[in-house]
C-alpha cells in the first residue's frame, strides 16, 4: 500500500516547564544521523571501488572467454566444413560415375580435334568475347583485358565454347548448369546428356559453386556451368601459374586417387574474378590416372558457417562483434559483419581505421570482402605463427577490439581465424556498473537521512492505509482489503472493514449476476437491437425489412406418434427435434422468429441482411427434414416436415409490452404459411421468387398454386 508522509504534531509544553540553559552544538539526533551519514558514505565508497575493479576485471575476462568460445566454436565448425568438403571431394573422384563420366568427356573432347568452326561460327564466338565476357570480367575487375586471350587455342575448346558458352549471357549460370545437349550430335554431346546430370547433381545437391573436369594435359573438358573456362588449357595463357593449375599438376604428379589438394581463394577470371578456392583429387583407375576432379569451394557456404547464419547477437558477438578468417597475405577469407549489416556506413568505417580508400570502395561495389579487406595485424601474425591467444589491439573497423586468435588446422591452408568486439561494447558494462554503484552509493545516503523521519511514520500508518481503503471501496474497489496483522485496535479495526468490504463484494456479485442472467434471458427472446431498445424503454417497437426470406415450417405426424405418451415424454421428443432445428439454423445462418408445438417460424437475412438469404432459407428448411428423418431413425417414427418459403418484404417487431412476444409479420409471412398448408403432401414448397433468386442452383418442380396476396400464386416445390 502506497504511504505518504504526514506533518507530525508539534509536542506539547509541560505545565510548569522548568526553565533550562541553553546548549549549542548539535542535537543527539544530529550527531546519530552524521555517524549514520559519514559510515554509510565510507562503505559506499570502499565497495564502490572495489566492485569497480572486481567488476571490470570480471567483465573483461567473461568478453574473452566469451569471443574465445565463438572463435573455438567457428574454427570447429570451418575445419569440420572443410574437411567434409576434401573427403566429398575424394571419394567422388573414385566413384564409378565420375571415373566413366570424365573418361567419356575426356574421349568427347578428343573426338573434336580437327573439328573447325565455319566463318560464322567464329564470328560469333569472337563476339561473345568481345561483347559479353570481356565487358563483364572489366567492369568487374576495373582492369582492362584483350578478348582474343580468352579464346581457346584448340579445336575441342572453340567447337565447345561456342555451341555451349556464347549461346547465353555470360551472367546465365543456371542455363549453363541446365544444358545437357546442344543438339549439336557430337560425341562429347552424347557423354554430356548421359553423364552431365550427375555432376549437375553435385552443383544443385551439395551446394558446389562448380565441377570441373581436366584431362592429363590440364584441359578443362567438362565444366557443370559449361563457362569460358570450358576447353581452355590451365597450362597456357591466361591462366598458366595459377592456383588452380598448381594444384592439377601436383595432383597428376602425386600419382595418387588418395591425393586431395585444397587452394586458397585467388581471383578466378572465369568467374569474372570473382575469388575461387578448389579442391582438386585424381580421376583413375588403380593403375591409370586419367584425369583431375576439380570442385569448386562453395563460397556462401563458408559464409553461413563463419557468421553464425547471420545471427550474430544469438552468438553473443552484440552489435558489433564478428568472427572472420585471414590468410597469409593479410587480406579476409570470409565476409564482414558490417559490409553486410550496413554497406552504407561500410566505407567511411574502414577508411578511418586505415583501409585505402580505393579498396573500400571497391568492396561495396562488389558487395564482398574477400582478398580485399585488409585486415593485418598482431593478432593475425601471431595466429599464422601458430598462437592461440587474446589481446586488445586494432581492428579493420575500430581502433581498440577485444580479440581472440587461432590457427585453423585445414590441409593445405595457411589460414587463421579471428573473433572480435569493439571495446566501447565490451567495456560498456563496466560503465554501466560504475554509474549504478554511483546511484546506489547516493541512495543509500538518501535511505540513511530519511531512515529517522519514516520511524516516526510508523504509528499513523495503519489509519492511513484504513483512510485509502475506505476512499478505494467508495471508489467502487470492492476487493481492496487492509493488513490487519497487530493485536491491538487497529487490527480490529481493519478485521472489522475487512468483513463490511467482504460482504459488499459478495452483495455485488449477486446484482451482477442477476443482471446477467436477465441480460441472456432477453437474448434469447429479442434481436440484439430490438433488446437494445426495449432496455431503452421504448413502448412501440417494429422495424420494417426489405429483402427477408421466411420459412414457416410444420411438423407432420408429431400427434399421432405422441399419442399414447406421457407429458414428459411428448416435451421430451418436441425438445429433440427443436434442438436439432436450432443447431440447423445457427449453421445455415438462419435466424428462429418463434416455434410452436407443430411448427417453427424462421427468417434469413432479418437480422444480418444477407445477398443469399434465399438459398439460406431453401437449405435450412432441407436440413430440417434431415433433423426429422435422423429422429425418426433413432425413434422408428414417420414425421416429415411440411415447409413454405418466400421472400420479400416483412415487418417485426415486439407484441405487447406485459408479456413479451417477439413476431414477424407481412405478405412474405403469409404466404410462407399458405404455401405450408397448400398441398396435404411433405416437403419445401416456395414462391416465384424464390425460384427465380435460385433457379441453377436448386432443383424445381411446379407444385400448384395457393390463394394469397389477393392472387392466385404458384407454388414450386423442391426435388430432395
Known amino acids: 500500500m502506497t504511504e505518504t508522509s504526514a506533518p507530525q504534531s508539534a509536542p506539547q509544553p509541560a505545565p510548569h516547564p522548568s526553565p533550562r540553559r541553553r546548549r549549542f552544538g548539535l542535537s543527539a539526533q544530529s550527531k546519530l544521523l552524521a555517524m549514520l551519514l559519514g559510515v554509510s558514505l565510507l562503505a559506499s565508497i570502499v565497495v564502490g571501488v572495489i566492485g569497480y575493479r572486481s ?115 555470360i551472367d546465365d549460370f543456371d542455363a549453363g548448369l541446365a544444358l545437357s545437349d546442344a543438339g549439336d550430335g557430337s560425341q562429347w554431346s552424347a557423354a554430356n546428356a548421359r553423364y552431365g546430370p550427375y555432376f549437375q547433381s553435385l552443383v544443385e545437391e551439395l551446394g558446389y559453386e562448380d565441377v570441373l573436369i581436366l584431362n592429363t594435359d590440364a584441359e578443362i573438358v567438362y565444366s557443370a556451368y559449361k563457362s569460358v573456362d570450358l576447353g581452355v588449357s590451365m597450362r597456357e595463357a591466361p591462366y598458366e601459374g595459377s592456383s588452380l593449375t598448381t594444384a592439377v599438376d601436383e595432383a597428376l604428379r602425386s600419382g595418387s586417387l588418395d591425393s586431395v589438394i585444397t587452394t586458397d581463394f585467388e581471383r578466378y577470371l572465369p568467374s569474372l574474378g570473382i575469388p575461387t578456392a578448389w579442391v582438386v583429387s585424381p580421376i583413375g583407375t588403380a593403375t591409370e590416372l586419367t584425369g583431375v576432379l576439380a570442385v569448386q569451394v562453395p563460397i556462401e557456404q563458408i559464409n553461413a558457417v563463419m557468421t553464425g547464419g547471420g545471427d550474430w547477437l544469438a552468438q553473443g558477438l552484440g552489435e558489433t562483434g564478428e568472427a572472420y578468417l585471414a590468410g597469409a597475405d593479410g587480406l579476409m577469407r570470409s565476409a564482414s559483419r558490417l559490409l553486410t549489416e550496413e554497406p552504407d556506413a561500410y566505407a567511411a568505417t574502414v577508411i578511418a581505421n586505415g583501409t585505402p580508400p580505393e579498396v573500400a570502395e571497391r568492396m561495396v561495389r562488389v558487395a564482398g570482402t574477400v582478398l580485399l579487406q585488409p585486415v593485418d595485424s598482431g593478432a593475425l601474425q601471431a595466429a599464422l605463427r601458430g598462437q592461440s591467444g587474446t589481446m586488445v589491439g586494432p581492428q579493420y573497423t575500430e581502433g581498440s577490439s577485444l580479440i581472440a586468435y587461432a590457427p585453423l588446422e585445414i590441409e593445405g591452408l595457411n589460414w587463421a581465424i579471428i573473433a572480435h568486439i569493439d571495446a566501447s561494447e565490451a567495456f560498456a558494462p563496466v560503465n554501466d556498473f560504475a554509474r549504478d554503484m554511483t546511484i546506489w552509493t547516493l541512495a543509500i545516503l538518501l535511505a540513511v537521512s530519511v531512515l529517522s523521519l519514516l520511524l516516526a511514520q510508523v504509528f499513523v500508518r495503519p489509519i492511513r492505509q484504513l483512510v485509502d481503503a475506505v476512499r478505494r471501496l467508495t471508489a467502487g474497489a470492492l476487493d481492496v482489503r487492509v493488513p490487519a496483522r497487530s493485536r491491538d485496535e487497529f487490527g480490529d479495526l481493519g478485521l472489522a472493514f475487512n468483513e463490511m468490504a467482504e460482504s459488499l463484494k459478495v452483495k455485488q456479485e449477486l446484482i451482477e449476476e442477476q443482471q446477467s442472467e436477465n441480460e441472456r434471458l432477453l437474448g434469447t427472446l429479442l434481436p440484439g437491437s430490438v433488446a437494445a431498445r426495449y432496455r431503452d424503454g421504448e413502448e412501440s417497437i417494429a422495424e420494417e425489412h426489405e429483402d427477408v426470406s421466411v420459412v414457416y415450417a410444420e411438423l407432420i405426424g408429431f400427434d399421432e406418434h405422441t399419442r399414447g405418451l406421457s407429458g414428459s415424454q411428448e416435451i421430451e421428443a418436441l425438445n429433440a427435434l427443436m434442438r436439432g432445428f436450432d443447431e440447423a439454423a445457427t449453421t445455415a445462418g438462419v435466424e428462429r422468429v418463434r416455434t410452436l408445438r407443430g411448427g417453427y417460424l424462421a427468417s434469413s437475412g432479418l437480422v444480418v441482411p444477407r445477398v443469399d438469404n434465399a438459398l439460406r432459407a431453401v437449405s435450412f428448411a432441407r436440413e430440417m427434414r434431415a ?8 425413434h422408428g417414427t414417420q414425421l416429415d416436415i411440411r415447409a413454405g418459403v418466400d421472400t420479400g418484404a416483412v415487418k417485426s417487431g415486439l407484441v405487447a409490452r406485459t408479456n413479451l412476444a417477439y413476431d414477424l409479420w407481412g405478405d412474405a409471412v403469409s404466404l410462407a404459411f399458405a404455401m405450408r398448408a397448400a398441398s396435404r403432401e411433405p416437403g419445401i414448397y416456395v414462391s416465384a421468387a424464390v425460384r427465380e433468386r435460385l433457379a441453377g442452383s436448386v432443383e424445381f418442380v411446379e407444385a400448384g398454386t395457393v390463394e394469397a396476396r389477393e392472387r392466385t400464386e404458384t407454388i414450386w416445390s423442391v426435388v430432395a
Do not use: C, K, M, W
Request: aromatic share 10%; glycine share 4%; proline share 3%.
Open 55 to 169: 567488476g571490470q576485471e570480471s567483465l573483461r575476462s567473461a568478453a574473452f572467454e566469451q569471443l574465445t568460445t565463438v572463435r573455438e566454436l567457428r574454427a570447429e565448425a570451418i575445419e569440420r566444413e572443410f574437411s567434409s568438403l576434401q573427403t566429398n571431394v575424394e571419394l567422388q573422384s573414385r566413384n564409378a560415375s565420375s571415373v566413366e563420366g570424365a573418361a567419356a568427356f575426356i574421349a568427347g573432347f578428343e573426338a573434336l580435334e580437327g573439328t573447325e568452326l565455319d566463318a560464322a561460327q567464329d564470328a560469333t564466338l569472337t563476339r561473345f568475347f568481345e561483347e559479353e565476357y570481356v565487358p563483364a570480367l572489366e567492369s568487374r575487375s576495373g582492369s582492362e583485358f584483350e578478348p582474343a586471350s580468352f579464346i581457346p587455342a584448340t579445336d575441342p575448346g572453340r567447337y565447345l565454347q561456342y555451341h555451349y558458352t556464347a549461346q547465353r549471357a
Open 627 to 634: 433433423v426429422v428423418q435422423r429422429f425418426n431413425a433413432q
